[in-house]
């Protein structure tokens, strides 16, 4: 079987990508257009041709792509690097961050017009590097092992009655802050829920044993309570 002759119509792709770009060309072809304004975007967008040519090898091959699929491409790659250093810094300063003032923003990422905090470039501000997650995770830790912290202990004690074993501490403790001005914590539980942190109750001991004064020992039961 003989090999046929091929004659193609065209030897060249019809489109292919140029050697190098232009800065006029990047705004109109941008999926977003967040960066359009900008001049130093639009130059670094056209000097991404050129090194994608020469990359991919466009002085050897044809390279079918279009210039704007080089510009949405750094377009892309900038919209990247800046989420990646945004959660960078959210990571380290959000835990002071939350409860601050807050502003609303449009679908590229810019303060719609009116909004408070409108050209403030408060997106631009560095945030320091801050343990302030961190510390407060540290405060309610040292709470739980008695060791410091910055939630309020207070003691209290009440007397017992005969024949009751249980008791609403709860109930205790609201009607003392209530009624006991001289309480420390007077007036500061209410309707709040109180947590317990440790009780202390020694029973009477049923028997003691004690060295007599010549040496020796002895022991004397408590009678009274058992």
Excluded: C
């Excluded at 990247?80 to 590229?108: P, R």
């Excluded at 009751?164 to 420390?184: F, G, H």
């Amino acid at each position: 079987m003989a090999i046929p002759n091929l004659n193609p119509a065209s030897t060249t792709n019809s489109n292919v990508l140029t050697v190098t770009g232009s800065a006029s060309s990047v705004a109109a072809t941008l999926p977003f257009g967040i960066y359009a304004a900008s001049i130093a975007f639009l130059s670094g967008a056209a000097d991404q041709v050129a090194y994608t040519f020469k990359k991919l090898g466009g002085d050897v091959l044809d390279i079918e792509l279009a210039e704007g699929n080089v510009y949405a491409a750094y377009e892309e790659a900038v919209l990247e690097y800046s989420y990646i250093l945004n959660i960078h810094q959210s990571k380290n300063s959000l835990s002071s961050m939350l409860g601050s003032q807050t502003g609303s923003f449009d679908e590229d990422g810019q303060f719609v017009s009116g909004d408070d905090l409108e050209g403030t470039n408060v997106s631009l501000r560095y945030p320091r590097f801050d343990y302030g997650f961190a510390r407060r995770v540290s405060e309610r830790t040292v709470t739980e092992v008695s060791l410091g912290g910055t939630v309020p202990i207070y003691s209290g004690s009440f007397d017992r009655v005969a024949g009751q074993q249980d008791y609403d501490l709860q109930a205790v403790l609201s009607a003392s802050s209530a009624t006991n001005t001289s309480s420390s914590f007077f007036g500061q539980i209410g309707d709040k829920r109180v947590m317990i942190r440790k009780v202390f109750f020694k029973t009477p001991r049923a028997i003691w044993r004690f060295y007599g004064y010549y040496g020796g020992f002895s022991v004397v039961g408590n009678l009274r309570t058992y």
